[in-house]
């Protein structure tokens, strides 16, 4: 499996951290950064659902940058507070 597709069985509603994916697949945090930000596909690979590891968010590759990810994180059901995601709302 690789990250991508990793990124698509994350349940809606959840998020994972940088970090948490990059000990799955044995990189460093800012590996997987680099990773989400060539996705071209965001609809079908959900990098907007990647988090900093204090659950604050960080940079999304889109124009908007953080608006759209906070946007998409929204419609998924997850509460944002103080551009925070409460740790409820991990997955694994």
């Not at 988090?51 to 944002?80: A, P």
């Amino acid at each position: 499996m690789d990250i991508y597709h990793f990124l698509a069985t994350i349940p809606k509603g959840k998020v994972v951290s940088y970090q948490t994916i990059a000990k799955k697949f044995h990189i460093h945090p800012r590996t997987v950064g680099i990773v989400m930000g060539k996705n071209q596909e965001p609809d079908r690979y959900p990098c907007y659902k990647v988090l900093r590891s204090d659950w604050t968010l960080w940079g999304y590759s889109s124009t908007r940058w953080c608006e759209e990810k906070i946007e998409r994180l929204e419609k998924d059901g997850i509460e944002i507070i103080n551009g925070k995601v409460d740790k409820k709302y991990f997955w694994k």
